[in-house]
C-alpha cells in the first residue's frame, strides 16, 4: 500500500511548527537536562538506547500494537533473554537492565526477579543465605518473584493466610495455603517465570504467631521447569495492561523448606526452636523491600510523567485547530492548540509537577539511603518516618503521573485515542502503580497514621521526634495545637498573590502550615469529638496530600538552590515552582477558608491566586517545548507518532497505519480477500442469492419446483 503521488506539503508543516517552539528557549536545554534529571539517570539512559539501537530486530517495539497477548510475552522474553545475555558479557548492569525495561515499556517476566525478590534478599538476607540465594539470582541461575499479596488480602499485610510453621522435628519450615482466600494472586514473574518465590508468610514457631515474614519457597525446577510437589502455580491471564508480564497465582500444599530458607537477618530461628531479633529492631523492618519498592517507584513516575508531557506538548504544540479563536493571531490561519487556554490550564500544570518530581526523586532516594544506611548500624529510629514519608510520596507521585497520563491523551484528542500515540498501552502499564506496593487511598492512611502520632507527641510530655516532618509540625502548632488567636506567620499573611509568588520562603511557611493546620484539626476530632477512624479517612487523605505537597515543595526549592544566584535557568525554574504552588493552593482552596482565622484567606484572596496562576500559565507556555525537550526522551523511548523529535507526526502516523497487517502488501490481500468470502460477499450479495435462487425455481418442471 501506498501514498498517492503529488499531494501537496502542508504549510506550515508540523516540523517547522516545532521549530518556531524551540527557538523560543530562553535557556539552553541541555544545561537544563544536565540539571533537572541526575547524572546517573541520563548515563543510564544514553547507554542504554545506544544498545538498544544497535539491535533494531530484537528491541524493535514498533509492531508491538499489533500484536496478540502471547506475541507481546514472547516479544518480552525475547527482549529480556537478551538483555541478561549482554550483561554476563559486561556490556550491561543490572540496574542499566531495568532502565531499558523503563525505555522499552515492556514490563517483561523477568523485572520482578530484579525489582523485588533481589532486593528482599540483599536487605533481609543474612552473609550464608546471600551465599546460597543472592549470588545465582544474581546470575540468573534461579529466577524469583516476591509472592505477598493475597486473593483475599492486599494491602491488609498483618491479615496474610499463609503459615509458615517450623517443624522441629526435621528442622524445616511447612509452608502452606490453607483456603482459596490465602492463595497469593497478582504476583509479577510468578505465571510462567519464576523458579523461587520469596512468601510473605505468618511466621508460626511453638505454637505462637510471630507475625508475616518472608521465606525462599522453590516452586519450579530449574531443570524442566516443572511445578515441584505440592505446588499450584498458572498465569492470571490478560488484564487492563502490563500483558507482556506474567501475573501468577500460586497455592502451596504443606510445602517443607530448610530452616535457612526463612530470611533471618531481622529475626532468627535456632535449631531447637527459639525466636529471638537483633536488639532494637523494629518488627516493621520485614516490610523494607515495600519500602525500597515505593521509593523506586517516586523516582520512576518522574521519567514516567515526562513521556505523557513531552508527547502531549509537542503534539498540541504542531496541532492547529480553528482560526482566531485563541487570543493571539497566528501566521498560517489556525491556532495551534497549545495556545488555547483549556488545553495550557491542563498540560503547564503537569510541567511543573513533573520538573518537582525529578527534583524528590533525587532527593528522596538519598534520604532513603541515609536511613538505610543508619539502620545497617543498628539505629532504626529514622524507620517510621521513612515509611510515612514513602508512603505519601509514593500516592502522591502515582496519582500525578497515572492521572496526568491520562490527561495527556484526552489533550490529544481523538489521535490520543490511537495505539500510536504511545500513551493507550502506556496508560495501561502505568495503572498499577497507584494500586501495587499499597493502595493510594490505604497509604494516605498509613502516612496520616504517622503525623497524628507526631501531633500527639507534641501535645504530650514525650520528647519529639526529630525529622522534616516533626519539623514543621513544631514550627507550627503551639503545644501540637492550632492557636486561632496567634499571629499567623508575616511571611506569607495579608501578602498578594504575587508577593506570595516570588517569596520560596513564604511558599514553604504556607503549605507548611496548611498541613500542621490539618494535622491539629484531625486529631482535635478524633480525640476531643471522638469521631472514629473510618470517620476519618476522607480527612486523612486530605493531610496524606498536603504533607506530601509540603514535602515536594520542600525538596524542589532545595534543589533550586543549588543553583548559583545568576544562573539562566532559574528564572523558568522559579516560575514553575510559584506556578506547582499557586496550583496546590487553587486545587486546595477550601483548606485556605480552614485555616486557623487569623490566618485564614479570604474569597478575594483566593481570587487573586487564581488570576496570578492563569498570568503564570500563560507565561510559561511560551517555554513548554524546551522544557520537555529538556528530560531529553527519544523516540525510541516515546515510541510515539504524535511526538517525534523532527515534528513530522502526520508522515509518520500514516506510515505506521500502513505497516498493520491488514494494510501491509504481504499479508492484506490474502486477509482480505478471505474475509470477503466468509463475510462480506455472503452479505453484499444476500438479495442478488436470493433472487438467483427464485429464478431457478421458476425454471424448475412444475413437479419438480412442488417439490
Known amino acids: 500500500m501506498q501514498l498517492p503521488s503529488g499531494l501537496e506539503p502542508m504549510t506550515p508543516s508540523t516540523a517547522d511548527a516545532l521549530a518556531t517552539e524551540r527557538g523560543k528557549a530562553s535557556f539552553d536545554v541541555q544545561e537544563m537536562r544536565e540539571f533537572i534529571v541526575s547524572s546517573d539517570v541520563r548515563k543510564k539512559l544514553a547507554k542504554v538506547e545506544k544498545v538498544l539501537t544497535a539491535e533494531p530486530e530484537t528491541f524493535g517495539v514498533r509492531d508491538v500494537p499489533f500484536m496478540s497477548r502471547q506475541e507481546r510475552m514472547d516479544h518480552a522474553l525475547r527482549m529480556g533473554?537478551?538483555?541478561?545475555?549482554?550483561?554476563?558479557?559486561?556490556?550491561?548492569?543490572?540496574?542499566?537492565?531495568?532502565?531499558?525495561?523503563?525505555?522499552?515499556?515492556?514490563?517483561?517476566?523477568?523485572?520482578?526477579?530484579?525489582?523485588?525478590?533481589?532486593?528482599?534478599?540483599?536487605?533481609?538476607?543474612?552473609?550464608?543465605?546471600?551465599?546460597?540465594?543472592?549470588?545465582?539470582?544474581?546470575?540468573?541461575?534461579?529466577?524469583?518473584?516476591?509472592?505477598?499479596?493475597?486473593?483475599?488480602?492486599?494491602?491488609?499485610?498483618?491479615?496474610?493466610?499463609?503459615?509458615?510453621?517450623?517443624?522441629?522435628?526435621?528442622?524445616?519450615?511447612?509452608?502452606?495455603?490453607?483456603?482459596?482466600?490465602?492463595?497469593?494472586?497478582?504476583?509479577?514473574?510468578?505465571?510462567?517465570?519464576a523458579t523461587h518465590a520469596m512468601v510473605m508468610a505468618q511466621l508460626v514457631v511453638g505454637g505462637k504467631n510471630y507475625g508475616p515474614n518472608p521465606v525462599v519457597v522453590p516452586i519450579r525446577s530449574v531443570d524442566t521447569h516443572a511445578p515441584l510437589p505440592g505446588v499450584t502455580v498458572g498465569d492470571l491471564g490478560p488484564k487492563f495492561g502490563f500483558n507482556a508480564m506474567d501475573n501468577g497465582f500460586l497455592l502451596l500444599d504443606h510445602v517443607r523448606v530448610p530452616r535457612i530458607n526463612l530470611m533471618q537477618r531481622y529475626i532468627n530461628v535456632s535449631r531447637d526452636g527459639k525466636v529471638s531479633r537483633p536488639a532494637n529492631v523494629d518488627p516493621k523492618v520485614a516490610y523494607g523491600t515495600m519500602v525500597f519498592v515505593r521509593t523506586h517507584i517516586v523516582s520512576n513516575m518522574s521519567l514516567t510523567l515526562a513521556k505523557a508531557t513531552t508527547i502531549a506538548v509537542r503534539y498540541a504544540s504542531m496541532r492547529r485547530q480553528f482560526s482566531g479563536k485563541a487570543d493571539k493571531r497566528t501566521a498560517g490561519g489556525e491556532s495551534p492548540v497549545l495556545d488555547y487556554g483549556m488545553v495550557q490550564r491542563r498540560l503547564i500544570p503537569l510541567v511543573a509537577k513533573n520538573y518537582a518530581m525529578f527534583a524528590t526523586s533525587q532527593a528522596f532516594l538519598a534520604h532513603y539511603h541515609e536511613c538505610m544506611a543508619a539502620m545497617d548500624g543498628g539505629d532504626f529510629a529514622p524507620l517510621k518516618e521513612l515509611h510515612a514519608t514513602a508512603c505519601g510520596l509514593k500516592r502522591w507521585t502515582s496519582d500525578a503521573a497515572v492521572y496526568g497520563i491520562d490527561t495527556c491523551r484526552h489533550v490529544c484528542g481523538g489521535h490520543g485515542f490511537s495505539q500510536f500515540s504511545g500513551l493507550n498501552d502506556f496508560f495501561g502499564n502505568a495503572y498499577p502503580n497507584i494500586i501495587w506496593e499499597g493502595d493510594n487511598y490505604v497509604l494516605a492512611q498509613q502516612t496520616a497514621r504517622f503525623l497524628i502520632a507526631q501531633v500527639r507527641a507534641l501535645r504530650s510530655s514525650k520528647p519529639p521526634a526529630e525529622n522534616q516532618t516533626a519539623a514543621y509540625l513544631r514550627k507550627h502548632l503551639v503545644r501540637g495545637r492550632s492557636d486561632a488567636s496567634a499571629p499567623p506567620p508575616s511571611s506569607f499573611a495579608g501578602r498578594s498573590a504575587d508577593a506570595l509568588a516570588a517569596d520560596p520562603?513564604?511558599?514553604?511557611?504556607?503549605?507548611?502550615?496548611?498541613?500542621?493546620?490539618?494535622?491539629?484539626?484531625?486529631?482535635?476530632?478524633?480525640?476531643?469529638?471522638?469521631?472514629?477512624?473510618?470517620?476519618?479517612?476522607?480527612?486523612?487523605?486530605?493531610?496524606?496530600?498536603?504533607?506530601?505537597?509540603?514535602?515536594?515543595?520542600?525538596?524542589?526549592?532545595?534543589?533550586?538552590?543549588?543553583?548559583?544566584?545568576?544562573?539562566?535557568?532559574?528564572?523558568?525554574?522559579?516560575?514553575?515552582?510559584?506556578?506547582?504552588?499557586?496550583?496546590?493552593?487553587?486545587?486546595?482552596?477550601?483548606?485556605?477558608?480552614?485555616?486557623?482565622?487569623?490566618?485564614?484567606?479570604?474569597?478575594?484572596?483566593?481570587?487573586?491566586?487564581?488570576?496570578?496562576?492563569?498570568?503564570?500559565?500563560?507565561?510559561?507556555?511560551?517555554?513548554?517545548?524546551?522544557?520537555?525537550?529538556?528530560?531529553?526522551?527519544?523516540?525510541?523511548?516515546?515510541?510515539s507518532a504524535l511526538a517525534r523529535s523532527d515534528g513530522r507526526i502526520y508522515e509518520d502516523?500514516?506510515?505506521?497505519?500502513?505497516?498493520?497487517?491488514?494494510?501491509?502488501?504481504?499479508?492484506?490481500?490474502?486477509?482480505?480477500?478471505?474475509?470477503?468470502?466468509?463475510?462480506?460477499?455472503?452479505?453484499?450479495?444476500?438479495?442478488?442469492?436470493?433472487?438467483?435462487?427464485?429464478?431457478?425455481?421458476?425454471?424448475?418442471?412444475?413437479?419438480?419446483?412442488?417439490?
Open 505 to 639: 520562603a513564604a511558599q514553604l511557611d504556607l503549605l507548611g502550615f496548611r498541613a500542621a493546620a490539618l494535622a491539629s484539626d484531625l486529631v482535635d476530632q478524633m480525640d476531643d469529638a471522638g469521631q472514629s477512624w473510618n470517620r476519618s479517612l476522607v480527612a486523612m487523605q486530605k493531610l496524606s496530600d498536603a504533607h506530601s505537597d509540603y514535602i515536594v515543595a520542600s525538596y524542589f526549592r532545595r534543589h533550586l538552590a543549588t543553583l548559583p544566584p545568576a544562573s539562566p535557568l532559574l528564572p523558568v525554574l522559579n516560575k514553575l515552582a510559584a506556578l506547582l504552588f499557586l496550583h496546590t493552593l487553587v486545587q486546595h482552596s477550601s483548606d485556605l477558608f480552614r485555616l486557623p482565622s487569623s490566618a485564614a484567606f479570604t474569597p478575594a484572596q483566593v481570587s487573586q491566586l487564581e488570576s496570578s496562576l492563569a498570568l503564570l500559565i500563560e507565561d510559561v507556555r511560551e517555554q513548554a517545548v524546551p522544557l520537555v525537550d529538556s528530560f531529553g526522551l527519544s523516540d525510541l523511548h516515546l515510541n
Open 81 to 193: 533473554a537478551r538483555l541478561i545475555q549482554l550483561m554476563r558479557e559486561g556490556q550491561l548492569t543490572d540496574d542499566e537492565i531495568t532502565m531499558a525495561d523503563t525505555v522499552l515499556d515492556t514490563n517483561g517476566p523477568f523485572g520482578l526477579h530484579r525489582a523485588m525478590f533481589i532486593p528482599t534478599l540483599q536487605n533481609q538476607a543474612t552473609a550464608e543465605q546471600q551465599a546460597l540465594f543472592l549470588a545465582p539470582a544474581l546470575r540468573y541461575e534461579i529466577l524469583g518473584c516476591y509472592a505477598q499479596t493475597e486473593i483475599g488480602h492486599g494491602s491488609n499485610v498483618q491479615g496474610l493466610e499463609t503459615t509458615c510453621t517450623y517443624v522441629p522435628e526435621t528442622d524445616e519450615f511447612e509452608v502452606h495455603t490453607p483456603s482459596i482466600r490465602a492463595s497469593k494472586w497478582w504476583i509479577g514473574s510468578l505465571g510462567v517465570t
Open 653 to 707: 502516523y500514516i506510515k505506521w497505519a500502513m505497516e498493520d497487517p491488514l494494510n501491509r502488501d504481504s499479508s492484506g490481500p490474502a486477509i482480505r480477500a478471505e474475509w470477503f468470502e466468509k463475510y462480506y460477499k455472503p452479505v453484499l450479495h444476500a438479495n442478488n442469492n436470493n433472487q438467483q435462487q427464485k429464478q431457478k425455481q421458476k425454471q424448475l418442471p412444475a413437479g419438480k419446483a412442488r417439490l
